[in-house]
């Protein structure tokens, strides 16, 4: 008895697909991730990208957006594209105006160093730049940057550093 077809055939690599491809061929095939909520939430998928952002009143590229100088003896005019989704711009817009939260932080590491030189020193960026503590050799003005960029990062614990100070002073 011979055997079934299944059963000679083993599941072996074909070395002759590149895995690579196919993988980059199915990630293109796939619908792509919009970040921007406002375009996400208003996209239509029967529509193709450029009639999307045509709608919203958007432009998928700088191409024809700038004006061409019209030649002199042409008379054309315009074509103004007809909005049908305003809200998006407007959405777009207010989210733009809006200030966004610094996300700048200092190190523990640099805010016990700063505290340490203003601690010493008060405002004497000269002496900082002399002191025992200053293992890098930061030149005054690299340590003023630093305390500023302490001010900047962390106003509260600032203050409260620098009234304790003020408080320790007049003990």
Known sequence: MGKLKKQSKRNTFDYNKNKKNLKRKLRRKEKPHIEC?????????????????????????????????????TKSEPMEAIVLKPYVIKEMEAEASLRG????????????????????????????????????QDTPKQIKRKVELFKRCHPEEYAAFIASLQSQKST
């Open 101 to 136: 939260k610094d996300k700048t932080t200092c190190s523990t590491d640099m805010i016990e160093y700063v505290q340490h030189m203003v601690k010493e020193h008060n405002e004497d960026y000269k002496a900082m730049a002399r002191d025992e503590k200053n293992y890098y």
């Open 37 to 73: 909520p406002q375009i996400r939430k208003a996209w239509d998928e029967q529509k193709t990208v450029k009639q999307n952002l045509r709608d919203m009143g958007l432009s998928s590229g700088t191409k024809g957006m700038l004006p061409i100088k019209p030649k002199k003896d």
